[in-house]
């Protein structure tokens, strides 16, 4: 059983920088594609980014294309989301999500594990 605990949640101003913490324990991070999706108050949950491991191949929302780096660390077990140009908009739970076939997806049904979120607020 594989357990994602995120972390590097806060309150932060528009154009200011944060990076999420991503730290798997049960099993070894790099045998699964790992995610970041969000969800803000009163709207579904979206995708933000996606990394594979063993490729080293990522994927972005448009949104946040340009603004944020997923990256991981194989012997720390973590995955990061440096978040940078940060906008009112990107308000929300960031969720850390893990995916066991190896394809790097974009929705929710296809993630398997994922972690308890972190609270992110940009502030205008």
């Known amino acids: 059983q594989l357990r994602l605990v995120e972390s590097g949640g806060s309150v932060v101003q528009t154009g200011d920088s944060l990076r999420l913490s991503c730290v798997a324990s049960g099993r070894t991070f790099a045998t699964y594609v790992a995610g970041w999706f969000r969800q803000a108050p009163g709207q579904e949950r979206e995708f933000v980014a996606a990394?594979?491991?063993?490729?080293?191949?990522?994927r972005y929302a448009d949104s946040v294309k340009g603004r944020f780096t997923i990256s991981g660390d194989n012997a720390e077990n973590t995955v990061y989301l440096q978040m940078n140009s940060l906008k009112p908009e990107d308000t929300a739970v960031y969720y850390c999500a893990a995916r066991i076939w190896p394809t790097v997806e974009n929705t929710t049904k296809d993630y398997d594990y994922w972690g308890q979120g972190t609270q992110v607020t940009v502030s205008s």
């Open positions: 990394f594979r491991w063993v490729a080293g191949s990522t």
